[in-house]
């Protein structure tokens, strides 16, 4: 059985950082796709970030120079390091992985995050 677990979130002031962590069990992380979402209050799902097998990554606009993704491959690990946070950044943190082509995926429970002074 597949399970990712989020870790890393909380409460931090603007301009702060964080470090979520994605710990998956019952598959093989390199042979995937992992990413990092984010979903607000009363908003969408949003991607935030993806690291291909192959190690190519990809941000949305609104993070890019500010989050960087990256992963373990031995620990079966994925990270979301963000940083200069701000309050617009508050949403609950969800971990994706998927096959290439798309023909499975899963997700974490998610992990909150919540920027505010």
């Known amino acids: 059985q597949v399970q990712l677990v989020e870790s890393g979130g909380g409460l931090v002031q603007p301009g702060g950082s964080l470090r979520l962590s994605c710990a998956a069990s019952?598959?093989?992380?390199?042979?995937?796709?992992t990413g990092w979402y984010r979903q607000a209050p009363g908003k969408q799902r949003e991607l935030v970030a993806i690291l291909t097998s192959g190690g190519t990554t990809s941000y949305a606009d609104s993070v890019k120079g500010r989050f960087t993704i990256s992963r373990d491959n031995a620990k079966n690990t994925v990270y979301l390091q963000m940083n200069t946070l701000k309050p617009e950044d508050t949403a609950v943190y969800y971990c994706?992985?998927?096959?290439?082509?798309?023909?499975?995926?899963?997700w974490g429970r998610g992990t909150q995050v919540t920027v505010s002074s």
């Open positions: 019952g598959i093989t992380f390199s042979i995937y796709v």
């Open positions: 994706h992985v998927r096959r290439s082509d798309w023909s499975v995926d899963y």
